[in-house]
């Protein structure tokens, strides 16, 4: 898995999944433009979740970002 779809599951950041490829691939190209983006930048992104994981979808982005997916 990549950090970032590690970290969705560690962050239980996975609703319905309707959303979740967009905010994946959203995810991972912000974290090669900005290795450590704060939550203005991850607010930045276009996509919207109905299930409202958005706080959950953020922590793992930051997860992704220290490098502690997979870690409890």
Request: net charge positive; hydrophobic share 35%.
């Amino acid at each position: 898995l990549h950090p970032l779809q590690q970290a969705f599951i560690d962050e239980d950041a996975i609703g319905c999944g309707y959303c979740t490829p967009g905010w994946l691939i959203a995810g991972v190209d912000l974290l090669r433009r900005k290795p450590h983006p704060g939550d203005d930048d991850i607010d930045q992104l276009p996509n919207l979740c109905r299930c409202g994981c958005q706080t959950r979808v953020r922590r793992a982005i930051k997860r992704a970002a220290a490098g502690k997916a997979g870690q409890q």
